[in-house]
C-alpha cells in the first residue's frame, strides 16, 4: 500500500469542483486516510516547493496556493502514486487528456486544481508536512475484499 498526498488547490474550491475531484479517488478505490480544509502558510508553500525556488514560476506559484483554502488529503491505494499522477493528468491543463481531472476541469496551466506526490520520498516529506501522524486514520473498509482480491499474500 502506498501513501499520497492529495491537494485540492484554490481554485478547486473556488470553482466548486472539489466533490467531483474527491469522488474520483473514491470512486478509484482508494482510501481517504486524512482530510482537512486549510489556508496554506507561505512558510508552508515555500517548504513544499522548495525544489521550484529557482523556476520562473515560483512567485506565481507561491501566490496561488496561498491565495485562498485548499483540501488537502492523503489516500492510499497499491501504487497510489503513480495512480493518483494518472489521474491527476499531465501539469498544464491546455495538454491534459480528456478523462484525466487537469483534462477534464481546466484550462490554465498554472490553475491546474490539483497537487499529487510524484514519488515515495516526495509522498513522505509531504505528508509530514500537511499533518502530524496521529492525524492519519488507520481503518479497515467493509468492502476492501472487493476492491482488491485479498486472496492471497498481498491485496492485488
Ligand atoms: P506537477 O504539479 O504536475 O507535479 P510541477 O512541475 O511539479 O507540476 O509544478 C508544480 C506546480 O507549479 C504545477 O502544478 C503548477 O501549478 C505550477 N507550474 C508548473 N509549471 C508551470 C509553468 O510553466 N507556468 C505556470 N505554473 C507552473
Ligand atoms: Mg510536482
Not at 474520483?24 to 522548495?50: I, N, T
Not at 496561498?66 to 502514486?81: C, L, R
Not at 491543463?93 to 490554465?108: E, K, M, N, V, Y
Not at 509531504?126 to 482480491?149: C, T, V
Amino acid at each position: 500500500m502506498e501513501k499520497t498526498l492529495i491537494i485540492l488547490k484554490p481554485d478547486a474550491l473556488q470553482r466548486g469542483l472539489a466533490g467531483r475531484i474527491i469522488s474520483r479517488f473514491e470512486d478509484k478505490g482508494f482510501q481517504v486516510l486524512a482530510l482537512k480544509a486549510m489556508h496554506v502558510s507561505r512558510d508552508l508553500a515555500e517548504k513544499h516547493y522548495a525544489v521550484h525556488k529557482a523556476k520562473p514560476f515560483y512567485p506565481r506559484l507561491m501566490n496561488y496556493i496561498t491565495s485562498s483554502p485548499v483540501i488537502v488529503m492523503v489516500v492510499q491505494a497499491v501504487g497510489g502514486i503513480a495512480i493518483a499522477r494518472k489521474m491527476m493528468g499531465a501539469t498544464f491543463g491546455s495538454q491534459a487528456d480528456p478523462g484525466t481531472i487537469r483534462g477534464d476541469f481546466g484550462l490554465s496551466n498554472s490553475f491546474n486544481l490539483i497537487h499529487g506526490s510524484d514519488s515515495p520520498e516526495a509522498a513522505e516529506t509531504e505528508i509530514a508536512l500537511y499533518f502530524k501522524p496521529d492525524e492519519l486514520l488507520s481503518y479497515e473498509r467493509g468492502n476492501e475484499k472487493w476492491i482488491y482480491d485479498c486472496s492471497g499474500d498481498t491485496p492485488e
